[in-house]
């Protein structure tokens, strides 16, 4: 932090030789956000990644350059006043990850309105977006961060289909407007070739429900991006995702006997937390991730994100994981279209939007199946735990609250567990023990 703020404050040759072009945001999903130096050298180990996906996408699916694509766009977070920096924070838009040539090409294709990034207000920022995109019937190409927000656009088209409709002329009102009626939103791009979003661990049962409103559109998951440097891009023939080797200098801190390894040294089948050197002046960086190694093939790595190993939950030593909660819910059958834990100052809630009612006694055995949570409740330190049906959009709400914390929406992944309390006065709807009296 000693280093970040001498940066800030406009030193030169701190932690590079190189000049410091601006700092990005991390997301803030485990911890506070962080303020990431960014760099020349840095932003072309990210393109030697981004180019290489790029020459993949288009080589799998040469049709994809006869229309158009929709390349999720950012609101812009008002930071700058709230950190005192002589350097920029965050890039003007996404697409400046792009070289000159990928940029140029990308927004030459590009469907979004020119001024959606200055776009503040949500409702605001998926009316322009929608209207864009349906005006747009060719397009070949989206690509999301989070599987989550395109249901949400998808679900705003359903809800505010007239005042999108006006914008249209009278033959596309038409059409769209047919489609709309009948649910077939597949129709609406007919020429929809693929879909690219998050895939790994919470984003699982987003992928489900857009595979079932695009059932001819190919969904591939994109690699392991991070704000601190490019980790993996997806591999179009294997679907899988390659490490991404020539970008920076990876390390590899083994799950199993807390040692370092390099590239050639890792092993299928086992997990790493991810340590990054990159160009923008990180060394030897932890960035927090947990990935595991699928396979390895030519000698490079193919790896899955399996979570962040901050994603724990300790109030009084009963250390509840993110992956253990979400192993409990899959044992639930029921339709479950939202859920999220969180503490409460001695008890925990899980947030839940579903068919059934939960029965609160054997979600509590399931956590007790945990020692350490088992051994908390036997001490009196942890009070049982409590269910909160949701009722309104719980995605919708997540998302709003992350960016009122000043989250980036693209950055903005759902989550398992939230360390934070609170969200019963955030989320609608109501504790299930209030119903049962």
């Not at 656009?153 to 009102?173: A, G, P």
């Not at 949701?390 to 939230?418: D, F, H, R, V």
């Amino acid at each position: 932090l000693a280093y970040i703020e001498k940066i800030k404050n406009g030193e030169e040759h701190i932690l590079t030789y190189e000049k410091v072009k601006m700092f990005e945001l991390t997301s803030g999903s485990t911890s506070a956000s962080k303020l990431i130096p960014y760099t020349d050298s840095l932003k072309k180990e990210f393109q030697a990644g981004i180019k290489v996906w790029l020459y993949s996408l288009y080589k799998k699916y040469p049709s994809l350059k006869f229309g158009k694509s929709y390349w999720s766009i950012t609101p812009k977070i008002d930071f700058q006043h709230k950190e005192k920096s002589v350097i920029p924070i965050g890039f003007e838009e996404d697409s400046e990850y792009f070289g000159n040539f990928e940029k140029h090409l990308i927004d030459s294709i590009f469907v979004n309105p020119k001024d959606i990034k200055n776009e503040k207000d949500m409702d605001r920022f998926y009316f322009k977006t929608l209207s864009a995109l349906v005006t747009e019937e060719n397009i070949r190409l989206f690509s999301f961060w989070s599987p989550s927000l395109l249901l949400l656009l998808i679900e705003y088209l359903e809800k505010n289909s007239e005042k999108i409709l006006k914008s249209l002329k009278k033959k596309r009102r038409e059409e769209v407007k047919k489609y709309i009626e009948v649910k077939e939103y597949h129709k609406i791009w007919k020429n929809l070739i693929l879909i690219s979003c998050w895939g790994d661990m919470n984003s699982t049962e987003y992928l489900k429900k857009i595979q079932e409103i695009f059932p001819n559109t190919v969904i591939q998951e994109k690699g392991l991006l991070a704000t601190e440097g490019f980790v993996s891009f997806p591999d179009t023939e294997k679907n899988l995702s390659k490490l991404s080797f020539y970008s920076h200098f990876f390390e590899f801190l083994s799950l199993d006997d807390n040692k370092i390894y390099d590239t050639s040294e890792i092993e299928a089948n086992k997990k790493y937390e991810l340590i990054l050197t990159t160009s923008g002046g990180l060394y030897r960086y932890c960035i927090g991730d947990i990935i595991e190694v699928i396979s390895i093939k030519n000698n490079v790595p193919y790896i899955k994100f399996v979570g962040r190993k901050g994603a724990v939950s300790d109030l009084f030593g009963e250390k509840l994981e993110e992956s253990f909660l979400k192993n409990i819910i899959q044992t639930y059958k029921q339709k479950i279209d939202f859920y999220m834990f969180a503490p409460n100052r001695n008890h925990y809630i899980l947030f839940i939007k579903t068919d059934k009612k939960i029965d609160v006694k054997n979600l509590e055995n399931k956590l007790r199946e945990n020692f350490h949570y088992d051994y908390c409740r036997k001490l009196g330190q942890l009070k049982a735990i409590k269910v909160f049906t949701l009722t309104g959009q719980p995605e919708k709400e997540y998302i709003e609250a992350c960016q009122n914390k000043n989250q980036k929406l693209g950055n903005i992944k759902m989550t398992a567990l939230s360390k934070e309390s609170g969200w019963e006065n955030i989320f609608n709807g109501y504790f299930q023990e209030s119903e049962d009296k």
